[in-house]
């Protein structure tokens, strides 16, 4: 499974845009690139998923440049309950089992 | 309402002891999983099961057992092979390559 690194964590205040970027400089062909957030005591949610260019939803967007190495969350005008862990996971795909590999994730901190 | 379910939120066990966690979901997932957590840090695999009555394990398989007898139902037994059972551990379930969809938890505390 591809290994992800993201940063450890990030402060950010209300109304601001967060971007977050992930490296997965060794993932796969049919890899997806998935987005969760987790708050404490609380099982992850997911945000969003993507496999290449960019997508959007309600919550966020995700940028996927060409060569599929990195990508980054974008979360626009975040509040004070987007604090959270965010994780970036490559893999999801049904050959694997669909295994996700988790790794510390990224602790945003948004402040008044 | 769909949704998966653990029980209990929290548990107690003392040393030597077998103690098994609950998981259902009524989503018609094929798929479910189960994860540890330990303060601060990432989510790790312990077990996964692509179809009934098959699984594998993950990556800290050890010390814990599965069964998968019922596509709805996923028990996880943390047995007293584990030496460092405290954690909070997660379940969750899929179907396809799509989504996990993680249920609330169950903090076990070893006294």
């Known amino acids: 499974l591809a290994k992800t690194t993201q940063p450890i964590s990030m402060d950010s205040y209300e109304g601001q845009e967060v971007n977050i970027t992930c490296s997965h400089n060794?993932?796969?062909?049919?890899?997806?690139i998935t987005w969760y957030q987790q708050f404490p005591s609380q099982g992850p949610r997911f945000i969003i998923q993507g496999y290449k260019t960019k997508v959007t939803n309600e919550v966020a967007s995700l940028f996927i440049p060409a060569d599929r190495k990195s990508s980054t969350l974008s979360l626009p005008r975040v509040s004070l309950s987007d604090t959270a862990v965010y994780y970036c996971?490559?893999?999801?795909?049904?050959?694997?089992?669909?295994?996700?590999?988790f790794g510390g994730g990224t602790r945003v901190l948004v402040k008044p | 309402d769909g949704g998966i379910t653990q029980s209990p939120k929290y548990l107690f066990r003392k040393e030597g002891q077998n103690v098994t966690l609950s998981c259902e979901q009524n989503?018609?997932?094929?798929?479910m999983y189960w994860y540890r957590q330990d303060p601060g840090q990432g989510l790790r695999l312990i077990y996964y099961s692509q179809i009934v009555n098959d699984f594998q394990k993950g990556d800290i398989a050890e010390g814990y057992s599965v069964s998968r007898e019922k596509k709805e139902s996923f028990p996880l037994t943390v047995t007293s092979a584990q030496k460092n059972p405290t954690a909070f551990y997660l379940c969750a379930s899929s179907i396809t390559n799509n989504e996990q969809f993680f249920g609330p938890g169950t903090r076990l505390t070893v006294l």
């Open positions: 996971l490559v893999g999801a795909n049904k050959a694997a089992g669909n295994k996700l590999t």
């Open positions: 989503l018609n997932h094929d798929a």
């Open positions: 060794n993932i796969a062909t049919n890899d997806y």
